[in-house]
């Protein structure tokens, strides 16, 4: 039986202006829909894949997981925080350095590109349709914006709070994955929102390490998907980028 109230709305579960503002901006800019060409990258899935790997939805959760735990998508978030805190910091010097550090913590040739080229899509379109006081002047200060750096940056331009910045980034980051996956192994959409469930709490713990820990915490122990993206410049029949 479906029960109803009618209680009134109390002014608590309303969000500002600023909240719905800074909501709205993290939607859009960590959507599949934002044109950063992310479905044209699997960062080596695709060579796990021939290799066998990876061979159906479990095979793909676990790879996930480990990816999202003890590799690049830890390191990214980690670069998403300080990114962001720089900013709020208006430590612009950090800022470049960190840019920097990003850029060469990229492990091969393929994923360079992957993420040099989502991190200038990025910024492009943001400058070119949701600009905002101080992003000229953050962008001018790095000589290359890697994916990670881009979104950190924006985040706190626009006054998104970190904490949902690095859950959305996460988010997006291992959707994208799946979206790969399930195209090469291939899995129906069921089992992709299967894998994506399963990874939540993944998600989640990955989220709150990266919003404590420092560029020492840096690492990844990730050996095999850093050789599936050397791999996979050779591989001979390809759908992806990377």
Partial sequence: MLMTTNEPPRASDAMTGAEAAALYRLMTFLSPAFPVGAFSYSSGIEWAVEASDITDAASLRDWLSAM?????GFCDAVFVAQAHRAMNLDDMAALRELAELAAAFVPSR????????QGKAFIE???AAWNCNGLDDAVAQCDTLIYPIAVGLVSAAHGIPLASALHAF??????????????LIPLGQTDSQR???A????????????LDASLDDLGSATFRADLAGLQH?????RLFRS
């Avoid at 999202?68 to 690049?72: F, I, M, N, Q, R």
């Avoid at 393929?110 to 080229?117: G, K, S």
């Avoid at 990874?199 to 990266?210: D, I, K, P």
């Fill in 68 to 72: 999202l735990v003890d590799g690049s």
């Fill in 110 to 117: 393929e994923r360079q590109l992957e993420a040099t080229t």
């Fill in 125 to 127: 379109i943001t400058r």
């Fill in 170 to 183: 996460l988010h997006a980051l291992v959707s994208n994955w799946i979206s790969a996956g399930s195209r």
């Fill in 195 to 197: 894998v994506l469930a």
């Fill in 199 to 210: 990874l939540e709490g993944v998600v989640a713990v990955t989220a709150a390490r990266a």
């Fill in 233 to 237: 410049e050779t591989q001979y029949t």
